[in-house]
């Protein structure tokens, strides 16, 4: 009989528990690291349109 599964302490249910968390682990590493991503943008976005030529108070008057 040829062995198909991870021999892992357990058994299969606990294999596939740690598999499933890993997944997870993976997904919201991926999602925080696109959130830090969005926010640094979208703050460099609110600087540039604040240091923008004639938005300033000495130019308007």
């Known amino acids: 009989m ?3 599964f991870k021999a892992v302490r357990g058994g299969i ?3 596939a528990w740690t598999s ?3 997944h997870v682990h993976h997904l919201i590493h991926c999602a925080t690291a696109s959130l830090h ?3 640094s943008l979208q ?3 609110q600087q540039q ?3 923008m ?3 300033s108070k000495q130019q308007i008057e």
């Open 13 to 15: 249910g606990s294999y």
């Open 2 to 4: 040829a062995k198909c």
């Open 53 to 55: 030529p004639g938005t």
């Open 20 to 22: 499933a968390r890993s």
């Open 49 to 51: 349109q604040s240091h």
């Open 43 to 45: 703050q460099q976005q």
């Open 37 to 39: 991503i969005f926010m």
